[in-house]
């Protein structure tokens, strides 16, 4: 949406909603793959319009990482999580990670949140009276997809274990606000860190492994993090 959109701030930051957008998440069909040696660029549709989709390919990357990238084929849908970038005047994504859409009810969900974070962004939160979160975590992204905020994921048991878990800051569950800071402080290196480590830690604070483990999958659904060298490893988008 934002690469035909001329409203851009002083700095040439893309706006949506009069927001600020830099990460962001897409769920969209791949039209076309362009393939390099250190790279491929994804053309993808999401149905509010087409961006290139950059993904850097490194010669050291896990089996399982090129065989999750080979599912990500022409004609197929695609949840992609990355940063945008302006080049002359032209929109781009460099992304972080990019799955493919396995269950297509994701697609019916990302777009019911796209649709809940531009009215919470014109129409304002009905919570009104409240501190709103922090930007990054409202924003909308700007080809319909939306990063960030706690909104109903599609997995129900996933919902049952981070209810179960009590209140943390903002819209967040305590074991998503715990999990998010243990990658955002010990995922520091080019790997990140490691699922495992977390599970670890955050068991000795009395959450359980099965919790940690979920709520790791829908923080990285809702991009949040992202994997690296393999899908045990996460580092934070923040």
Same mark, same amino acid.
């Given at each position: 949406?934002?690469?035909?959109?001329?409203?851009?701030?002083?700095?040439?930051?893309?706006?949506?909603?009069?927001?600020?957008?830099?990460?962001?998440?897409? /769920?969209?069909?791949?039209?076309? #793959?362009?393939? &390099?040696?250190?790279? $491929?660029? +994804?053309?993808?549709?999401?149905? @509010?319009?087409?961006?290139?989709?950059?993904?850097?390919?490194?010669?050291?990357?896990?089996?399982?990482?090129?065989?999750?990238?080979?599912?990500?084929?022409?004609?197929?849908?695609?949840?992609?999580?990355?940063?945008?970038?302006?080049?002359?005047?032209?929109?781009?994504?460099?992304?972080?990670?990019?799955?493919? /859409?396995?269950?297509?009810?994701? #697609?019916?969900? &990302?777009?019911?949140? $796209?649709? +809940?974070?531009?009215?919470?962004? @014109?129409?304002?939160?009905?919570?009104?009276?409240?501190?709103?979160?922090?930007?990054?975590?409202?924003?909308?992204?700007?080809?319909?997809?939306?990063?960030?905020?706690?909104?109903?994921?599609?997995?129900?048991?996933?919902?049952?274990?981070?209810?179960?878990?009590?209140?943390?800051?903002?819209?967040?569950?305590? /074991?998503?606000?715990?999990?998010?800071?243990?990658?955002?402080?010990?995922?520091?290196?080019?790997?990140?860190?490691?699922?495992?480590?977390?599970?670890?830690?955050?068991?000795?604070?009395?959450?359980?492994?099965?919790?940690?483990?979920?709520?790791?999958?829908?923080?990285?659904?809702?991009?949040?993090?992202?994997?690296?060298?393999?899908?045990?490893?996460?580092?934070?988008?923040?």
């Amino acid at each position: 949406r934002a690469s035909s959109d001329p409203d851009k701030g002083s700095d040439s930051n893309y706006k949506v909603d009069g927001q600020d957008i830099h990460q962001l998440k897409l /769920v969209g069909n791949i039209l076309s #793959i362009e393939e &390099h040696s250190t790279y $491929a660029v +994804y053309k993808i549709e999401d149905g @509010t319009g087409v961006v290139d989709c950059k993904l850097w390919i490194d010669a050291g990357d896990s089996e399982a990482d090129a065989e999750k990238r080979a599912l990500c084929r022409q004609g197929s849908y695609v949840r992609a999580v990355g940063v945008l970038r302006d080049f002359q005047g032209n929109a781009s994504v460099q992304l972080y990670d990019m799955r493919p /859409v396995t269950d297509h009810n994701e #697609i019916t969900h &990302h777009m019911l949140e $796209a649709i +809940y974070v531009h009215l919470q962004n @014109t129409k304002g939160s009905k919570n009104a009276g409240q501190p709103q979160q922090p930007q990054q975590q409202q924003q909308q992204n700007q080809f319909g997809g939306v990063g960030g905020f706690n909104a109903p994921a599609v997995n129900t048991n996933l919902n049952s274990a981070m209810a179960s878990d009590g209140q943390g800051s903002g819209d967040f569950s305590t /074991v998503q606000t715990e999990v998010l800071a243990y990658f955002t402080n010990n995922g520091s290196g080019e790997e990140g860190a490691s699922i495992n480590d977390a599970v670890k830690s955050l068991c000795a604070n009395g959450h359980h492994d099965q919790a940690v483990r979920e709520t790791v999958e829908f923080l990285s659904n809702e991009g949040h993090l992202y994997s690296t060298i393999d899908d045990e490893h996460f580092k934070s988008t923040s």
